[in-house]
């Protein structure tokens, strides 16, 4: 049993929906669901107005429709699942602590901005800010993995402190900006100046790709933790080949502005 | 020549962020002209002479003349009815306009960004990432013997910051102006600004943040690959020179222009450079500070942080502020087709945001408050004429050294202050919310536009 909600309005204006999150409908009557606040621009609606809503109680729930203008869905959830069948819009999952999202479509800027943990799987394209620090927030993403399988745009990963981002296609720039831990793979082209600032931490890349001058080349070697990311990855439908996970691969290491421990990992042909 | 004539000395040039206070203005009172402007630059002498008392309706609905009290009462119900409104620009006028604009988004749950957001914007999104180390310009005449200019052409965009305060002028600690001090150019051509500067690094276009991160890795005494010059257009000899110049100085100054805000990579450009100010401090004092624009941009900042606690891109749309550069400002709200109704105060979007943007203003209703006839004044559906400040109104505008400066007025316009058609707003704005609120009980909402 699921709920389901498809949208039969567009809204005008931004609509603001943290509530769509298992967290706060998984136990509610379809009737009580459709009476829920919902934020249209400066005004209190409910999901009715713009949502067909099918089902209750339930920890899953599936979205149907072009939900670009819609934010905030799926904000601090912390179980359960949410599948969208479409585009939806900015500020999808942040702060989650767990569950799942998998949106067929594109998302918006500031995707899982702040996560926790969870797991979020996008199969178009991403904005800006995948997994990102909000403004003036010293730590990105704590946990969870967020898994593109188009493109991103800038700021993948801003001082991101654990946690997996891949990317199936290209990132922008500033990947990994100010990164504290974690890792993050693209396996298209990178941007220009990645890891701009980055303390510790992967920035993995299947693709060559200049670098800052504060990077400086290390070795090539085989990374062994890399093959379980890979084959990982791979089973999850990603273009992996199989060189790519027995490869070399460049390793270069900065920033030495910051601590110099961070590593970017060039996939050497 | 009229006989009526006044002297206003200590008056105030709001042309650009310099904010000059020494003018000497010749009014002629009935032709209501300023005919001589001492001390001005070439800028400020323009920005005196071209504003005249232009004859013509204080207030236009759809095009149309309308009597001022209508046009509040129109502009009141349009701001009040709409979701996403946005109020933009304030960087033309008062303090004390600014600070009633900042009400009446607040009422009407609006959002709030200035023409910060396509200036120096990135600057102050840098501000926040990485902390400024800051002075007032007073501090680098006085003290500052290290001075460079990175992206900017003050010779023609702020004709007066070299003689006023960073080159020339005779300070305590540099009696022999520009004797005293390296002045270091850094920008990608050529310019008017170029010979004023003792050293000129030519940097290629876009390599703005590979070079400061590479002076900051020599700064912090970490060694850098000669391919930097390939890749900057600077050897690695002219930029060691540079670092210990800089570190040997003893009052370091870098002055950010909008080369460095508005190219690619945006608020980590300026931020590479703050924080390249910041570690120059483990061996002299180093400051960094954004080259403003508009006369009273600072004071947008200013204000809008002093009200909302942040400086531009701010929705109230909950009730309370929130900030998100990118989600909030105005050429994404636009741009995005988001926001549904506009409030633009001393400014002219419509002549110079993107054509998407540009679009969007001609589908939604849009009131605006300019001194002349503009593209936005156009457009708008409810448009006020206003008197100029700085010329015709007093108030307060910020230097760009967050320094609060006096107006000092040189005659009267038969138009009514921004602040006074804004107060008069407000007031409107105010009691329409009120009586949505009541009459709403628990707050329920017109349903949206079916689907297209």
Redesign the interface.
């Given at each position: 049993m699921t709920i389901s909600l498809s949208?039969?309005?567009?809204?005008?204006?931004?609509l603001?929906a943290e509530l769509i999150s298992p967290d706060k409908l998984a136990g509610l009557t379809t009737a009580e669901i459709e009476k829920q606040t919902v934020?249209?621009?400066?005004?209190?609606?409910t999901i009715a107005?713009?949502f067909t809503v099918a089902g209750e109680k339930s920890d899953s729930l599936v979205l149907e429709g072009d939900l670009s203008?819609i934010k905030h869905i799926g904000s601090g959830m912390s179980f359960g699942k949410i599948n969208i069948n479409g585009d939806v819009g900015?500020h999808l999952g942040t702060a989650m602590s767990g569950g799942e999202i998998v949106v067929e479509g594109n998302v918006g800027?500031?995707l899982a901005p702040e996560m926790l943990a969870g797991r979020v799987e996008v199969k178009g394209n991403a904005g800006?800010?995948v997994g990102s620090a909000?403004?003036?927030s010293p730590a990105g993403i704590l946990g969870g993995e967020i898994i593109i399988h188009g493109n991103a745009r800038n700021e993948v990963g801003h001082a991101m402190r654990n946690g997996m981002i891949v990317i199936g296609g290209d990132s922008g720039?500033?990947t990994g900006?100010?990164m504290l831990a974690g890792t993050i793979i693209v396996l298209g082209e990178l941007g220009?100046?990645t890891g701009?600032g980055l303390r510790r931490g992967s920035v993995v890349c299947m693709k060559n790709s200049k670098l800052?001058?504060?990077f400086s080349y290390s070795c090539v070697y085989q990374p062994t933790y890399l093959r379980l990311y890979l084959l990982y990855l791979q089973s999850l439908g990603l273009g992996i080949r199989e060189e790519q996970i027995m490869g070399h691969y460049e390793r270069w290491c900065g920033d030495?502005?910051e601590f110099n421990r961070g590593e970017i990992l060039l996939y050497h042909e | 020549m009229s006989e009526n004539i006044k002297i206003v000395k200590n008056a105030t040039c709001t042309f650009c962020g310099c904010v000059c206070d020494d003018m000497e203005l010749t009014v002629d009172l009935d032709k209501k002209q300023i005919i001589k402007a001492k001390n001005a630059c070439v800028l400020g002498r323009a920005w005196f002479a071209e504003h005249t008392i232009q004859e013509g309706p204080v207030a236009l609905i759809d095009g149309k003349e309308s009597k001022l009290e209508d046009a509040i009462e129109e502009a009141a119900q349009t701001l009040t009815k709409?979701?996403?409104p946005i109020t933009y620009g304030l960087s033309d006028t008062t303090c004390e306009a600014q600070r009633q604009a900042v009400a009446i988004t607040d009422f009407?749950?609006?959002t709030i960004d200035t023409t910060t957001s396509v200036c120096h914007g990135p600057s102050g999104?840098a501000f926040?990432?990485v902390g400024e180390s800051t002075m007032t310009l007073g501090e680098v005449k006085n003290r500052a013997d290290f001075v460079m200019y990175w992206g900017g052409n003050p010779a023609e965009s702020h004709p007066r910051h070299f003689t006023r305060y960073s080159v020339t002028p005779k300070g305590m600690f540099t009696p022999n102006g520009k004797k005293d001090r390296t002045v270091v150019l850094v920008d990608v051509r050529r310019t008017a600004s170029t010979p004023v500067a003792d050293i000129f690094l030519q940097v290629k276009p876009g390599k703005d943040?590979?070079l400061a991160?590479?002076m900051?890795?020599l700064v912090?005494g970490?060694t850098?690959?000669a391919?930097?010059e390939e890749?900057t257009g600077i050897s690695l000899e002219v930029l060691t020179d540079l670092v210990e110049r800089m570190k040997n100085c003893n009052y370091g100054v870098l002055f950010m222009g909008m080369g460095l805000t508005m190219t690619?990579?945006r608020h980590?450009n300026s931020g590479a450079i703050m924080a390249l100010a910041t570690d120059l401090n483990e061996f002299t004092h180093f400051v960094a500070k954004p080259v403003r624009g508009h006369g009273n941009v600072t004071g947008a900042d200013n204000v809008v942080s002093w009200q909302t606690g942040y400086p531009f891109g701010v929705n109230?749309?909950?009730g309370y502020p929130r900030?998100?550069?990118?989600?909030f400002t105005t050429v994404d709200t636009l741009s995005r087709g988001?926001?549904?109704a506009a409030l633009i105060i001393a400014s002219d979007p419509a002549a110079n945001f993107p054509q998407a943007a540009i679009n969007h203003l001609h589908k939604i209703p849009v009131v605006s408050f300019d001194t002349k006839e503009t593209a936005t004044s156009q457009l708008a559906h409810v448009a006020f004429r206003t008197s100029t400040y700085g010329i015709n109104t007093g108030g307060t505008a910020y230097r760009m050294d967050d320094v609060p400066i006096t107006l000092r007025p040189a005659f009267e316009s038969p138009f009514p202050s921004d602040e006074e058609i804004l107060t008069a707003l407000k007031k409107r704005v105010h009691e329409l919310v009120i009586a949505k609120s009541r009459s709403q009980g628990a707050?329920?909402?017109?349903?949206?536009?079916?689907?297209?």
């Open positions: 949208l039969h309005t567009q809204p005008d204006v931004p603001e934020e249209h621009g400066n005004q209190k609606t107005d713009f203008k900015a800027d500031w800006h800010m909000y403004r003036g720039d500033f900006v100010n220009i100046r701009a800052l001058p504060t030495i502005i | 709409a979701k996403f009407i749950r609006g999104l926040q990432g943040f590979e991160w590479a900051r890795a912090k970490h850098v690959d391919s930097i890749e690619r990579g980590f109230f749309s909950k900030f998100n550069p990118g989600e988001d926001a549904d707050g329920t909402a017109k349903v949206a536009a079916p689907i297209r």
